[in-house]
């Protein structure tokens, strides 16, 4: 029930096209979904994080769409560039719970130009 | 600002082993987690401290410890190390414990 599945587990996307990530969670009692974005050699660093009270939240390229029937979100990267070329997770905390945040198995995604 | 502070940035150890690795939260932050990346995995929660006390705590053995000081800066401490432990031990902090967190770039442990 503390799961956060993810796929696809490794993406090729052109210049220029659409990254699509899937996540999927059982626990309802989850209410704080972030995705992170990391490079090698590096920390996650958070990219976008969404409530189950909206359905959908956009920042720049980046849009989580969230389904809280399915128990699913979804990470979209419009207009794909080179330099997005990371591996992506997705996430899941409950307040209740304070900081823990449970994390998906990550997604390498390659952006070719 | 400076972000989540992290050191050292890497560390060689061998089997039996003690090892401390250190955290500074961004400032105003009052809340410190860690957690291990093995590599080709998701973080895993360790620990989380607010306040010098022990919020939360992650499926890790006694082995494992921390501590958070008065200025919130705070110490993971692991004991007999095993290879298994050979990991990217990650710092987040929060204002207060609650979301969003924020990551330094880990402390990378090898155990020989």
């Known amino acids: 029930q503390q799961q956060v599945k993810q796929s696809p587990q490794s993406l090729i996307v052109q210049k220029g096209g659409i990254s699509i990530i899937n996540c999927a969670y059982e626990?309802?009692?989850?209410?704080?979904f972030p995705w992170y974005q990391q490079f090698p050699g590096k920390g996650p660093a958070l990219l976008i994080a969404?409530?189950?009270?909206?359905s959908e939240k956009k920042e720049g390229r980046f849009t989580i769409s969230f389904n809280k029937s399915a128990k699913q979100f979804s990470l979209h990267i419009m207009d794909s560039q080179p330099g997005d070329s990371a591996t992506y997770f997705c996430?899941?905390?409950?307040?209740?719970?304070?900081?823990?945040?449970?994390f998906g198995q990550g997604t390498t995604l390659q952006v070719k130009p | 600002d400076a972000g989540v502070t992290q050191s050292p940035t890497h560390l060689i150890k061998t089997r039996g082993q003690h090892v401390t690795l250190r955290c500074s939260p961004i400032?105003?932050?009052?809340?410190v987690s860690w957690y291990q990346q093995v590599l080709g995995q998701g973080p895993q929660f360790i620990f989380q401290?607010?306040?010098?006390?022990?919020?939360g705590r992650g499926n890790f053995p006694d082995r494992f410890s921390a501590r958070q000081f008065p200025n919130y800066s705070s110490e993971l401490n692991v004991n007999a190390l095993l290879l298994g432990d050979s990991a990217l031990y990650l710092c987040?902090?929060?204002?207060?414990?609650?979301?969003?967190?924020?990551f330094g770039d880990g402390t990378r442990l090898s155990i020989l």
């Open positions: 987040a902090s929060s204002v207060e414990g609650h979301q969003p967190q924020h």
């Open positions: 626990n309802t009692a989850f209410d704080y």
């Open positions: 969404i409530r189950p009270d909206v």
């Open positions: 996430a899941a905390s409950m307040r209740s719970n304070t900081g823990k945040l449970i």
């Open positions: 400032s105003g932050h009052k809340s």
């Open positions: 401290y607010y306040e010098k006390e022990e919020r």
